[in-house]
């Protein structure tokens, strides 16, 4: 009896405490009903009355392989599928209650709702489709199941790692779309010819605009050269015109004008030759 009551003393405190870790929560039960729900640290129970079971409350992230639904072109795939979720703290003992463990949560709300999911959303796209938008497909299953899941659990996300479609098909999908791809390049080739094209019009009419430019730059500097060149001449023939005229009036006005020009020309020789019965003789002013 003392050495029971020794081994008690002893061993009775290592069993009236328990320690809840972060991103955990602790279900106190006595008698197997729930005390308390604890939070992470040391906390105290009552030996062989009380016990605690814990729940955690991290992010937990499952995968589903095999998976196989139908698009909407009634083509089959198998697909490998990850769901990430967690338990919501406070929600805690409500999982304890109603499904005692997490595993058992996950068959009941997840593993039940993502085969139904998948092929309720992989319906809505084609086999092309879902490969060339897997993006939204993604987002689309994801958001479906946040709708579906109704509990005590967070749908953080979901993930398709893997379609897969019969053989013949996939090589069907690979041809079409290299034959989109094709297209799509050439298309695109045509649009650059075409630009270029227009580039090449462009640069021809703005040379042609410029030699024309050139050309009429040209032609208006030998209209306005012949013009002062017009001028020149007019102003000139009128110049001299008008010192004739201004000598022959001179000259009408004045006739001793004419001996003495002739005087003034003289270069002091006697002419050569007499004109008969003159008495004065001629002189040439030349």
Request: net charge neutral; glycine share 6%; charged share 25%.
């Amino acid at each position: 009896a003392i050495a029971i009551g020794v081994l008690a003393v002893v061993v009775l405190p290592f069993l009236s405490y328990y320690t809840v870790n972060e991103g955990e929560r602790g279900i106190l039960l006595r008698y197997g009903k729930i005390v308390k729900v604890a939070e992470p640290g040391l906390g105290f129970k009552i030996p062989f009355m009380e016990s605690v079971e814990k729940i955690s409350t991290r992010n937990q992230a499952v995968v589903y392989q095999g998976l196989q639904a139908y698009s909407r072109d009634q083509q089959p795939a198998q697909m490998t599928v990850s769901v990430s979720f967690h338990i919501k703290p406070s929600e805690a003992g409500a999982v304890y209650t109603t499904y005692n463990t997490i595993e058992a949560l996950k068959d009941r709300l997840i593993v039940r709702q993502l085969p139904t999911q998948l092929e309720n959303v992989f319906g809505q796209y084609t086999a092309i489709s879902a490969v060339q938008d897997r993006t939204k497909l993604v987002q689309d299953l994801q958001n479906a199941m946040r709708k579906a899941v109704v509990g005590p659990v967070v749908i953080d996300g979901v993930q398709i790692e893997n379609i897969d479609f019969s053989d013949a098909y996939e090589k069907s999908i690979e041809d079409r779309m290299k034959a989109e791809v094709a297209i799509a390049t050439r298309k695109q080739n045509l649009e650059t010819e075409k630009i270029q094209a227009q580039i090449a019009v462009t640069q021809a009419q703005a040379e042609a605009d410029s030699k024309l430019a050139a050309a009429k730059a040209e032609a208006e500097t030998i209209r306005v050269r012949g013009a002062a060149e017009a001028e020149t001449i007019r102003l000139k023939s009128a110049a001299e015109a008008e010192a004739i005229r201004l000598r022959g009036e001179a000259l009408r006005e004045n006739p001793g004008l004419v001996a003495l020009t002739t005087a003034e020309r003289w270069d002091g020789k006697l002419p050569d030759t007499m004109i008969p019965g003159s008495t004065v003789p001629f002189i040439s002013t030349k």
